[in-house]
């Protein structure tokens, strides 16, 4: 394996895992924002999301 060919499949590997984080982040977010339509506490959406309080309540901003 040439070191361009090493290269080329370390950078795919390190894509693909910060596109699965993103994937995970957009998920934990999708349910903050359903919880916030369901006017779930900040704490309880903070404690079941793993979100920050302050994420929350930037995702809250926008979607109002």
């Known amino acids: 394996m040439t070191i361009a060919e090493k290269l080329r499949n370390e950078g ?10 993103e ?6 977010e999708e349910v903050a924002l359903q919880m916030l339509f369901e006017n779930e506490p900040v704490e309880r959406i903070a404690r079941y999301t793993g979100l920050s309080k ?7 901003r926008q979607g109002s």
Not at 23 to 28: A, F, L, M, N, T
């Open 23 to 28: 994937g995970r982040e957009e998920g934990r």
């Open 54 to 60: 302050d994420r929350i309540e930037e995702l809250r």
């Open 12 to 21: 795919i590997e390190i894509g693909e895992k910060k596109g699965r984080e």
